[in-house]
């Protein structure tokens, strides 16, 4: 009850509704046909062409399996959509995957946007570290490829090595990556991606600590595919 519908019937070559402040601007609806919606956003469409209501431009378009989001620069007000004269960006989320899978105009592999799962701290470490596993939403890391970065630094100078160990176990066997850092001099630093392939059986991490000195550790880990 009191719902507005509007139906143009087949093949429509014009926004069934824009909305304007004094003439100018443009918030319109577009429902081209099924599988096909769009939100204009200083933009409209008239006699089957987009015509601009503004300099930039966008629109939000839902096609067969997708959500894209567009925008545009440098248009002539008034005049049809320029598609490629002036920079376009495009963003699509793939609604059967659910992932971001084109950004800026080019196709994104695996997760598109790598999701950063847990960021791990550990400053002016002066102790060892058991073994301690990485967490998703509170549970073990389900089975995937994985990037961990690494940055350790030499917080204050003192003797020997902190060795930094990451442990997981691949769909071949289990493996276990050692990185150690002198604590000698106290100007050290060393940074670097690992992958990872885990089989879901887990993620984990540990600190082997030199009698003296202290070491800063930051360790984040993302879902690569």
């Known amino acids: 009850a009191g719902a507005i519908a509007l139906d143009s019937g087949a093949s429509p070559t014009a926004s069934q509704i824009v909305l304007k402040a004094g003439g100018l601007g443009a918030l319109a609806f577009f429902s081209q046909a099924a599988g096909s919606q769009q939100i204009l956003f200083d933009l409209y469409r008239s006699g089957g062409a987009y015509i601009a209501a503004y300099a930039t431009c ?106 930094l160990t990451i442990t997981f176990t691949d769909p071949s066997a289990a493996r276990t990556l050692t990185y150690p850092i002198s604590l000698s001099g106290g100007a050290g630093v060393i940074s670097f991606l690992v992958p990872v392939v885990s089989n879901g059986s887990g993620i984990s991490y540990a600190v082997a600590y030199a009698p003296t000195g202290a070491v800063n550790i930051k360790l984040t880990l993302e879902r690569t595919a």
């Open 58 to 163: 966008a629109m939000i378009n839902e096609s067969p399996g997708c959500l894209n989001i567009y925008g545009w620069q440098g248009q002539t007000v008034g005049q049809a959509l320029n598609y490629t004269g002036s920079g376009m960006a495009m963003l699509r989320f793939n609604l059967t995957t659910g992932l971001i899978d084109y950004y800026n105009n080019k196709a994104l592999q695996g997760f598109g946007f790598a999701p950063i799962y847990e960021t791990i701290s550990l400053l002016n470490l002066s102790s060892a570290v058991g073994t301690t596993g990485f967490l998703v939403s509170g549970s073990t890391p389900p089975a995937g490829d994985y990037g961990i970065t690494v940055y350790m630094t030499v917080a204050s100078a003192g003797s020997g090595t902190v060795t």
